[in-house]
């Protein structure tokens, strides 16, 4: 009991029982505190205590400990708390005010989480234990959403497929996520630590630096750098790379977050179709100079031939109706390539395929090339019946001869064999082997291997029409050197296969 102190100006008067001032100073308190005995019988139950578990102080004093506990810790708190107070008493100390995280139960059922500190108060002989609890509902609630939106963001950075990187606020790598990993070839242990730029080729490592210095500096929130690194097995990338900064500036928690997406393929594509709109344009001047020069003699010649006063004998007369001829061929020539060209880039370009002899084909195209300015092409080898159609046969044929005359070299030879099962035309000549770069290149419309001195440029669609049409026919064009000679051979099923 506590003594009356009437000279004590805050002591209450001698008609307050000590009692009601205990239970008006416990429901002061802002915490649920609740006091047990050594038997685990509830013996007070502030005021908090009653809001928090939902029971009016009546209804639990006397009654077990249990009531306020889950089920799970029914068994296992009581032992604690007796050891608790059994501590307190052999020690004869206080022990410290901890605040483990428990469980209660409210009068309805629910679980709700706490934190409790205990301390033993011994009162006239008797053991007490004071459990003064704070209800962490709130905040585990927001642990709870913070972890959740952390497992969120981590299997969305793990599982994105772009790839995705942290970095310090310095540039040094944080970690990455498996598509990271597999875009650069490098692991989290290759890259740890390590500043991003090291992995980025030298020539770009100034413009990554220019890019991240106003973030570095806190100037800027984001940056977006195009550079090109090399991947851990040597291969060279170009990425696009976007950073962003998160956390305070000027803290430790901040970080950067950048995505790597791998434009190479796009860069090589943009160069690719830049590189065919220069060849593109490369094409209209020839086109324009080739067929020129036949018109311009077509025109030229037949003015002649119209004059009644050009004088012209017989001979000459013959003579010019002759080139006019010839120059018409070749006009004819270039514009049914362009046709074809045309054709197979809709997806139009069809073949009528009967038995096609190669030798009356092969003649058919000698007798527009025999001309004084062009060495004599042999012809070698016996006739094969083929399964085609003779005119692309023919086309496919003149511009392989053609390729030979503006490319290669004399002698130039046709020669006609027979092989697995598919009749072979194979044009030779002795001009510059093309080199293995070039050798799939020169197949792609409006590309040109190395051109004869004193020739019109070709239009880059000879070879790349002739591919196709031997296609359609179920053929094949190829191109290898054996023995000094570029060998371009076409090869087209035997019509006794076929049939």
């Given at each position: 009991?506590?003594?009356?102190?009437?000279?004590?100006?805050?002591?209450p008067?001698?008609?307050?029982?000590?009692?009601?001032?205990?239970?008006?100073?416990?429901?002061?308190?802002?915490d649920?505190?609740?006091?047990?005995?050594?038997?685990?019988c509830?013996?007070l139950?502030?005021?908090?205590?009653?809001?928090?578990?939902?029971?009016?102080?009546?209804?639990?004093?006397?009654?077990?400990?249990?009531?306020?506990?889950?089920?799970?810790?029914?068994?296992?708190h009581?032992?604690?708390?007796?050891?608790?107070?059994?501590?307190?008493?052999?020690?004869?100390?206080?022990?410290?005010?901890?605040?483990?995280?428990?469980?209660?139960?409210?009068?309805?059922?629910?679980?709700?989480?706490?934190?409790?500190?205990?301390?033993?108060?011994?009162?006239?002989?008797r053991?007490?234990?004071?459990a003064?609890?704070?209800?962490?509902t709130?905040r585990?609630?927001?642990?709870?959403?913070?972890?959740?939106?952390?497992r969120?963001?981590?299997?969305?950075?793990?599982?994105?497929?772009?790839?995705?990187?942290?970095?310090?606020?310095q540039?040094?790598?944080?970690?990455?996520?498996?598509?990271?990993?597999?875009?650069?070839?490098?692991?989290?242990?290759?890259?740890?630590?390590?500043?991003?730029?090291?992995?980025?080729?030298?020539?770009?490592?100034a413009?990554?630096?220019?890019s991240?210095?106003?973030?570095?500096?806190?100037?800027?929130?984001?940056?977006?750098?195009?550079?090109?690194?090399?991947?851990?097995d040597?291969?060279?990338?170009?990425?696009?790379?976007?950073?962003?900064?998160?956390?305070?500036?000027?803290?430790?928690?901040?970080?950067?977050?950048?995505?790597?997406?791998?434009?190479?393929?796009?860069i090589?594509?943009?160069?690719?179709?830049?590189?065919?709109?220069?060849?593109?344009?490369e094409?209209?001047?020839?086109?324009?100079?080739?067929?020129?020069?036949?018109?311009?003699?077509?025109?030229?010649?037949?003015?002649?031939i119209?004059?009644?006063?050009?004088?012209?004998?017989?001979?000459?007369?013959?003579?010019?109706?002759?080139?006019?001829?010839?120059?018409?061929?070749?006009?004819?020539?270039?514009?049914?390539?362009?046709?074809?060209?045309?054709?197979?880039?809709?997806?139009?370009?069809?073949?009528?395929?009967?038995?096609?002899?190669?030798?009356?084909?092969?003649?058919?195209?000698?007798?527009?090339?025999?001309?004084?300015?062009?060495?004599?092409?042999?012809?070698?080898?016996?006739?094969?019946?083929?399964?085609?159609?003779?005119?692309?046969?023919?086309?496919?044929?003149?511009?392989?001869v053609?390729?030979?005359?503006?490319?290669?070299?004399?002698?130039?030879?046709?020669?006609?064999?027979?092989?697995?099962?598919?009749g072979?035309?194979?044009?030779?000549?002795?001009?510059?082997?093309?080199?293995?770069?070039d050798?799939?290149?020169i197949?792609?419309?409006?590309?040109?291997?190395?051109?004869?001195?004193?020739?019109?440029?070709?239009?880059?669609?000879?070879?790349?029409?002739?591919?196709?049409?031997?296609?359609?026919?179920?053929?094949?064009?190829?191109?290898?050197?054996?023995?000094?000679?570029n060998?371009f051979?076409?090869?087209?099923?035997?019509?006794?296969?076929?049939?």
């Amino acid at each position: 009991m506590i003594a009356d102190s009437p000279s004590h100006p805050g002591a209450p008067s001698a008609s307050t029982p000590p009692d009601d001032l205990y239970r008006s100073l416990t429901d002061a308190v802002v915490d649920p505190l609740i006091v047990v005995d050594e038997q685990q019988c509830i013996v007070l139950f502030n005021r908090a205590a009653e809001r928090v578990f939902g029971y009016e102080s009546a209804a639990v004093v006397g009654r077990d400990l249990n009531l306020l506990l889950p089920d799970r810790y029914r068994q296992s708190h009581p032992d604690r708390v007796r050891d608790f107070g059994r501590l307190n008493s052999e020690q004869q100390r206080r022990p410290s005010w901890a605040r483990p995280r428990v469980e209660g139960r409210r009068s309805d059922g629910s679980i709700f989480p706490a934190e409790v500190s205990l301390s033993a108060l011994e009162v006239d002989g008797r053991m007490l234990m004071v459990a003064e609890l704070r209800d962490v509902t709130a905040r585990v609630e927001m642990e709870q959403a913070l972890e959740a939106s952390e497992r969120r963001f981590r299997a969305t950075f793990e599982n994105s497929p772009v790839a995705m990187v942290l970095i310090s606020h310095q540039g040094n790598f944080i970690t990455g996520n498996n598509s990271f990993y597999e875009q650069t070839g490098y692991g989290s242990d290759d890259l740890a630590g390590r500043w991003l730029g090291n992995i980025v080729q030298k020539e770009d490592r100034a413009a990554l630096s220019e890019s991240l210095g106003p973030i570095v500096a806190g100037d800027a929130d984001s940056a977006r750098v195009e550079v090109r690194y090399q991947r851990k097995d040597g291969a060279v990338r170009v990425i696009d790379l976007s950073v962003a900064t998160t956390g305070e500036s000027g803290t430790d928690s901040r970080y950067m977050i950048g995505q790597a997406t791998d434009v190479t393929s796009r860069i090589e594509t943009q160069e690719r179709l830049e590189e065919m709109i220069r060849s593109k344009d490369e094409l209209i001047a020839s086109i324009s100079h080739e067929l020129r020069t036949p018109l311009t003699a077509l025109v030229g010649f037949a003015q002649l031939i119209q004059e009644d006063e050009s004088g012209l004998d017989p001979k000459e007369r013959s003579e010019m109706i002759e080139l006019i001829v010839s120059e018409s061929v070749d006009l004819t020539n270039i514009v049914d390539d362009l046709l074809v060209a045309a054709r197979a880039e809709i997806g139009a370009l069809t073949v009528a395929c009967v038995a096609t002899d190669l030798h009356a084909q092969i003649a058919q195209i000698l007798e527009m090339w025999n001309r004084p300015n062009i060495a004599p092409i042999q012809t070698i080898g016996r006739s094969a019946r083929v399964w085609g159609d003779p005119a692309r046969v023919r086309q496919v044929l003149r511009n392989l001869v053609s390729n030979a005359i503006r490319h290669g070299g004399a002698p130039i030879t046709i020669e006609v064999l027979e092989r697995e099962g598919m009749g072979v035309a194979a044009v030779s000549d002795r001009g510059k082997e093309i080199s293995a770069d070039d050798q799939a290149r020169i197949f792609e419309p409006y590309e040109r291997a190395h051109q004869v001195e004193g020739l019109t440029a070709s239009m880059g669609l000879g070879l790349s029409i002739s591919r196709a049409l031997a296609s359609l026919m179920d053929g094949s064009l190829e191109y290898h050197h054996t023995d000094g000679m570029n060998v371009f051979e076409l090869r087209l099923p035997l019509a006794e296969s076929a049939d």
